[in-house]
């Protein structure tokens, strides 16, 4: 296997790019990329080759946005309520 600080560097655009892509905001997709590589690194043994390294990252980039999803829309939703309270 690869070094992960040479998959770091070949691969930090593209996962960087496929997040921003879903974020639309750079300082979200930063993170979440940042985290895509703390996974990788502590799940590398999982990595069997079978597809591309970069989709293998992407994936695990698009679980973490849906995590990321799922956390801030309750926090969205729980505003929305506080502010439809306020409003009344």
């Given amino acids: 296997m690869q070094d992960m600080e040479k998959i770091y560097e070949q691969y930090f ?3 960087n790019k496929y997040l921003f892509c879903l974020t639309r905001n750079n300082d979200i997709s930063e993170e979440l ?3 895509t ?3 990788a690194v502590k799940k590398i043994d999982t990595y069997k ?3 591309k ?3 293998w990252l992407c994936q695990i980039a698009k679980n973490l946005w849906y995590d990321y999803c799922k956390k801030y829309k309750k926090i969205v939703n729980i505003e929305e309520e ?3 309270i306020r409003l009344r």
Avoid: D, M
């Fill in 37 to 39: 590589f703390y996974r």
């Fill in 82 to 84: 506080l502010l439809e």
């Fill in 49 to 51: 080759g079978e597809c």
């Fill in 13 to 15: 655009e593209i996962v």
């Fill in 53 to 55: 390294i970069s989709v």
């Fill in 33 to 35: 990329t940042q985290e």
